[in-house]
Structures are given as C-alpha cells and as structure tokens.
C-alpha cells in the first residue's frame, strides 16, 4: 500500500513532511516522554510485530501494493497520536534498514497510513463498541485499511493531476487497482487480526497498557 | 553497516544525501535520471557491486513490475498503448533513488548518527530487537510444527497452530522488551 520513492514530487511530499515532521514529534513527546518508560517496551514490541505484518506485500497493478497495517491495534490501545508515531517509525526502519517504502514520501505514507485510516478506525471503534465489542474491532480494523487505501491512491490522483508525466497511470486505474484488493483480502484480514490480536493483548494483561 | 569515527560527518553525508533524493524526485527526463544514477555509480564506486545488486533485488522489480502492470491495464482500458517515456522515467527514478540510498546507508553508522535524540533511539533499538526476536521465534515454531508432523505443514496447520503460537510470541517479545528498554534507561536512554 505504501508508496516508493519517486513517486511523488516535492510539491506533494514536502507539505506532507512538514505536517507529518512537527506531529510526529509532538506525540513522541507525549506519549514518548519519561513518564511512558512502562508503555515503551509493549509499544515497542507492538510496532515490531506491525513491522513484520507490513513486510509481506502483494503488488498491485496501476498502484503501488497492499498489505495489511497492524496499527489500527495501536490506535485502540494507546490512541491514534501513538499509533501514527509507531507507524512512522515503522516507515522509516522500513525505508532506512530494507529499502522498502521511501524517505521522500515517509510524509504521506506516515498520514495516510498511521494517522488517517487509523483514526478512522479509533472513531469506529468508539462509536461501536458498546452495540457489539468484537463487530466494533473487525470494523475498526476493515475501515482503517479501506480509508488509508483510499487516502493513498488520493495522493496518486493528485500527483497525475498535477504532473501526468511524474505519475502516469490514471487516478480511475490507480483507484481500481488499489481499492479491490483492499476491500476483498487486506481489509477483512486487518479486521480478523484487530479482533485476536486485541483479544489476546487483554487477556494477557500487560504492565503499561492502559485499561 | 560499516563504522565511521565521526557521528558529524555521517549526519552531513546524511543531510546531502536528503536533498538529492529530494531533487531526484522532481527529475522526469529519463536522459537526466540515467545521468545522475552514473554520478552516483561513479561517487560511490566502494561497494558498488553489491548496492546495485541490492537496488536491482529490492527496488527494480517491484517498479518495473508496477509500471509493466500499469502498462498492460491502460492498454487493457484504453485500447492504446500509453507513451512509454513517464514509465520509464518512474523506473528509473526509483532505481536512481534506492542506488543512492542504499549507498550512502551502507557508510553511514545510523545509530551513531541518531546519538543526540536518546529517546528515539531508544525506541529504535527495542523494536528493530523486537523485529529479529519475532522473525526468530517465528521461524523456530515453524520448524517445531515441522518436526511434530510427519508431512509438510499446510496452511490449515500453520493456522491452527498460530493461535497458541502467536500468544507465546506475544508474551516472549514483551518480556524481552522490557528487559532491553529498562537496561537501556539504566544506562542513561
């Protein structure tokens, strides 16, 4: 889902940067500060697993690649400022330390990916949760995907938009290309794996995790 | 990734290295693009075998099978052939932009760079310890599975073995965790 370097144009990354960049930084300070020295190492260990989950990629036609995200679980547990600061650094280790993703887009990739689509889900989650706690997790999950997808393949239209000859494919193809198996596979796996994975983190009661 | 002694040389190499990738990015003329991935072949000649065989395993393919995809779909869509020229400038700008990324990463000691930001730094060693922890302890529950069945594990086995697995992973990498960041905090992180 995430996109590579070259891409995008500065005239899309750099406004991308400098509201990812100062955001990033706030929340780190807040949710990263001495005071969050308990909630560190389940963060930390949170952000490996959504790492690992991220890795395994199926290329898309038209688009870039989908894959499931893992932080919407983030987004439940810490709040959407936590997971958007986890989810970009699992952007950067991906760019820095595989070579996967990129350091020019890490701006976009960080807002759609960690903070739009799992806010989306947070909002879901709150709304749902007190009609039927697991629908609320599979639907957290499912929407954080679709609406990071979608955030992305926005971000594609506009660069067509703007420059055809820096991004060539058409935003109906890129739209189609991205959305289908978003829909179909990664957002009902993300939303399966929200459900367990929230399940399993409750039950096992973990030193730092707020109830 | 190969040591340098001083931390401020790699945070310049660094900082120039984000303003080319930057200046690439803009680059659509595939003739320029070619140019700059020569200069950077030509300014990173240490090495130079092994980052292009990186760039061309982990960069070219999943552009080139993009692009080629797109190819097809547009065609597929349209009825006509799209011009190839953006497509191939897209490939190479990537390539150009992974060349010298993995480059310049290959001599730069990125946590020594990172030494004035403790925090983060701190945060980056638990999760990238997390990473090896999992992909470890993952591989090791699959050879287990392998070892307990007389066949090779298909996927219905792999899924009905994850659920156990996956909270013994779970709890493991958690209490790992927390032993790293507390040494790290002791030691002044």
Do not use: K
Request: glycine share 10%; net charge positive; proline share 7%.
């Amino acid at each position: 889902m995430h996109l590579p370097d070259g891409f995008l144009s500065p005239q899309l990354t750099l406004p991308a940067l400098a509201v990812a960049v100062p955001l990033a930084a706030w929340g780190a300070r807040r949710h990263f500060g001495r005071e969050a020295a308990e909630a560190l190492p389940v963060m930390g260990t949170l952000t490996a697993l959504a790492f690992v989950i991220q890795t395994i990629m199926i290329p898309v036609p038209g688009g870039t690649s989908t894959h499931l995200v893992g932080v919407t679980l983030l987004a439940l547990l810490f709040g959407p400022l936590a997971a958007f600061v986890c989810e970009g650094l699992v952007l950067l280790m991906q760019a820095l330390f595989f070579g996967a993703g990129g350091v020019t887009v890490w701006g976009v990739n960080a807002l759609a990916m960690g903070l739009v689509g799992p806010l989306a889900g947070w909002l879901a989650w709150r709304l749902l949760r007190r009609l039927s706690p697991r629908v609320a997790l599979f639907i957290a999950g499912w929407l954080s995907t679709q609406v990071a997808t979608l955030a992305v393949a926005g971000v594609l239209a506009l660069q067509h938009r703007l420059d055809p000859l820096l991004f060539p494919v058409e935003p109906a193809v890129t739209l189609a290309a991205m959305m289908v198996p978003s829909l179909t596979v990664a957002g009902v796996v993300e939303g399966l794996y929200t459900v367990f994975a929230y399940s399993l983190v409750r039950r096992a009661n973990l030193r730092g995790v707020p109830t | 990734m190969a040591s340098r002694p001083d931390p401020r040389a790699d945070r310049r190499l660094l900082l120039a290295w984000l303003v080319a990738i930057f200046v690439l990015s803009a680059v659509r003329d595939p003739r320029w693009l070619a140019g700059a991935g020569l200069l950077a072949a030509l300014g990173f000649r240490r090495g130079l075998q092994a980052t292009l065989r990186r760039t061309l395993r982990s960069v070219v393919p999943v552009t080139a099978g993009l692009s080629l995809a797109s190819l097809g779909w547009v065609r597929l869509v349209s009825g006509g052939w799209p011009p190839l020229e953006p497509f191939l400038a897209l490939g190479l700008r990537a390539a150009v932009i992974g060349l010298l990324t993995f480059a310049v990463l290959a001599r730069v000691d990125l946590l020594a760079a990172l030494a004035p930001f403790p925090l983060l730094t701190r945060l980056l060693v638990v999760t990238l310890a997390q990473v090896h922890a999992l992909r470890l302890l993952s591989t090791e529950s699959q050879e287990g599975l392998r070892s307990r069945l007389p066949r090779r594990p298909g996927p219905l086995d792999l899924l009905r073995g994850a659920g156990g697995i996956t909270a013994m992973l779970f709890t493991l990498a958690t209490r790992n965790a927390r032993d790293i960041s507390d040494a790290m905090r002791s030691r002044g992180f």
